[in-house]
Structure formats: C-alpha cells, structure tokens
C-alpha cells in the first residue's frame, strides 16, 4: 500500500469477504465516521527484521513558517521511537495540523535515523517516572530513556523533548537521543548480588561468587522512577527490570554529573524476589511490569508471568539506609481462571496489562487492571490499592469480568481512561474497548485491521488535550496510536 493511499479521510471502507466452494465474495462498504479509528499512516519496515517496541510523544509546534499548517490549525509533531531484533533504536518525527480543518495524512519532518549502543535486540523502552510537587501524580521525565532487551542489557540515552518543540530542534535533530551508556545484569546464584558501574560494564563482586553472564537472558519490561537528590540539580532514578529467568531486578541509576559528565553510573541492587525472601516462587519469564499506585514511602507494581499470574509488588521509594527494614514485599498474587461459559482449565500467558485509572489512589482502596493473554482473551481484574488494609476479604485480588473478541494472542495493551483501552493483537487488528465499573461490562467499540504491519509486537498512544485542539471544551480529543511489527502503523482515535 502507498503512502498517499494508506492516508485516508473522512471516508472508512470496510471489506466483508466470505468464502464459498465456487470462490471468494468480496463486498465493500463505505460510510462517513465522525468519531472512531482511522488509519492515518502506513510506512515500511524499520529495520528489515521485527520491531518490539515503540514510544509515541505528540507536542506542538513553536510557531513558524516552514512548519505552518494554516487555515487556524495548529502545528504538532509526534515524536516516534521504536526498537526491534537489530540492536538498534530508531527515531524519526511525523508534522500534522490538529485542528477541526486538519489535512489528511501527515509528514516527515525527520526522517528516520537509527542509533547503536545494544549489544543485542530492544525489547522494551521506557521514560522515567516523576512524581509532580503540583498534582500528585506521576509524569514523564522526557530528558532520559531507559531501554532493555537481549544479554540482560539496560541502556540509558539522554532525550531533549520539551512541552513545546522549537522548529530549529526538529530540523537540526536536537530532539534524538543519545548514547550515554550501559549495564549488564548477570545470571547469578539465589543469595548472590552483583554490581555493575559505567558504560564499560566494570563488575565489582560481594563477598558471593557470581555466576558468569548468559546471552539468553532478556529484559522484557521496565519501570523507572525518577528522584531528585539533596543536591540541587541532580537527580538518580530507580529500575526495574521484568526479566525472562523469573526475576526482576533493582537498578540504581545516576546520569552523568558534572563531576562524571560521560558516563553514568548503574548499581544493580538485587531481585525482588530475594530481597523479599520469596525464593519459593514458581520460575516463569515475566511478560509486562506496570507502576499502578504509590505512596509517600512505597509504590505498588504489578507483574504479569508467562504461567498466567498476576504478582503485586511494594517496593521502598526512596529507597531506605536501614538494612533491617524490607526494600520490598510480595503484596499479593493472582492466578487466571476459566473463562465462562466454556470454563476450561487453561493457564494462558499473561502478556500485557494496564491500570484504567491514573496512578493516584488517594481516595480509592482498589483498582482496575486491564489484562491481555495469549489465548485471545481480554480480563479485568481488581486489587487492592497501598492504601487497602490487608487481611481482610476486601483485600484479596479477584477477576471481574472478560471477554473473547480477539482470534489469536493479545500482545500490548494501552489505557487511555479509566473507562477505555486499546488492545493490539496477532491476529493483525485493534480493538478500543469500553469497562463500566458499575456494572462490570466489558464492551468492544471499534475495531481497526492493521494492513501491512506483519506479525504486530508494541503499540504505545499519545493524547493531544482538548486545550491544545481548541479553546473550546465539546472540541474533540485527538489520540495517537502507533503500532509496531514488521511495518508500522499510526492510528488516530477521536472522541467528542
């Protein structure tokens, strides 16, 4: 499919094939969508082999003439990163108006570069986290990128994104990230804790014998928190990495200082799972790790595992100096069960997950997670908040509602509310889903077929804010969807 041609209009076109014993009936229909999906954006492949991963940012424009869209749209960029089997991290940006009078389609403003430093493929990429003085809620840290993929590496690359993009940033590629260096994470015994500092891997061992590092341990997901140091201007984050031999791994991370302005400094701290004394925990590779709620002494993150359980996590942050006092603790932990009306004993993988809520629980004690596996099902499960009081019924996860609407596995999962997500699936659609909390339904809006994508891997979403459209509140909420495969593809949702 061209370019020109997979940038569509107001029109959606719809082909309903069935197939006789004489042949293939094809039927087309057209209609006019005002609100929905629409496939904005159909490009090559990337890198020649499958992309992971993928990171979305929409802002807007600084005012100019070369980027100007006229007829009182206003100019926005998306920020595209993505990362795939061939070590490398690919940045390129797209230019479209926003406005009720948007053109179709959008263009390169950068065209796509591709930048080395992994050792082997990106599975994952991820901003650090940082909790706002202003609201209370966590935000983005778009000045640094934490990537993790195959031989247990974790690379860190500095970003200058700002709330709005100067047009000589984006001519002169100011905005694409940077190489500042790596870490390797080691296999290594239950009891052992190995560190690792610099871009050059220097390992410093304890007192314990590690054991040596293996080329087929993979980092499948990350979560990083951002802190600022009582040093002024200085800031250190907190990692944690999902990876494929059962165990998630603690990372303290410090970028460059201007006492060390080349390399930064990564200690790896221990897993979760020793640091809380639950070697007793069945071995599975860890699929996703999502931040769901905090506190101002802990954060809660849950983990989904290729045996089919959900596992909630309290983590110390800031981490404490007390030795005698728990870095972490297993809060609780969900199996899948069967689905109705079928119920089969099945325990499909868990792949993806996301909180239908912002990450404040503040005045709520349980939340909603949205989970895809690989049997095609999409879950709702509720768990219980940091604020929750243990030991009681109340306390205790458990499964609301599912639905089957997808024919093969579901690999990512994006929320964009608290009533609606996004799920991406192998068999090569997306489907924007509604949950009513009340009353438990678990509802398909839309569903987009994904032409030319390949064996889809990584979607991320962007949102454009109703303020940024236009000063008028009923003006409609623009959402980005990129999706990753062996092509991409970007998906723009709209709601009035």
Known sequence: MSRSSASCSQISVAILASINKGGVLVQWAWRSL????????????????????????????????????????????????????????????????????????WTFVCSPEHHRGHLSNIRCLVLPQKLSANNGKWHPEPKYLL?????????????????????????????????????RLRHSKPDDQTIETGSTCRVTNTTRLSVPGSADLRVMALVCLAHDNAVPGLTSFLGLAACSDGSIRMIYIEPPQPSNPRNPRMHEIGSLERLCGRSDLSRACYLDLQLIDFSEQAILVVSSTSRGELRGWCVRWPLSDDADRPQCQLRWLLPTQPIPPYNLATKPAINCLALLAPCNSSSNTRLHLAVGADDGSVRIASVPSLDCQFGFAASEPRWVTSAVHHFATVVRLCSESECLFFTLSADQRVICWSFDACTA??????????????????????????????????????TFILTTGTGTTLLEWSTV
């Open 34 to 105: 005002q609100t929905g999906l629409r496939s904005r954006y159909i490009r090559p492949i990337l890198h020649g082999r499958d992309v992971n991963c993928c990171l979305i940012f929409t802002r807007p424009v600084v005012s100019s003439s070369t980027l100007s869209m006229g007829n009182g749209d206003r100019s926005h960029v998306l920020l595209c990163f993505s990362g795939g089997e061939d070590t490398t991290l690919s940045s390129w940006a797209l230019v479209g108006s926003v406005g009720e009078k948007r053109r179709n389609g």
């Open 147 to 183: 990537t993790g993929g195959g031989r247990g590496q974790v690379g860190l690359w500095s970003l200058h994104i700002e709330d709005t993009m100067p047009e000589t940033w984006l001519t002169r590629g100011t905005w694409r990230p940077g190489w500042l260096g790596f870490t």
């Open 441 to 478: 339904a678990l509802i398909p809006l839309r569903r987009a077929m994904l032409a030319g994508l390949g064996d889809p891997h990584g979607m991320d979403i962007s949102f454009v804010p109703d303020n940024l459209v236009n000063n008028s509140s009923s003006s409609p909420t623009r």
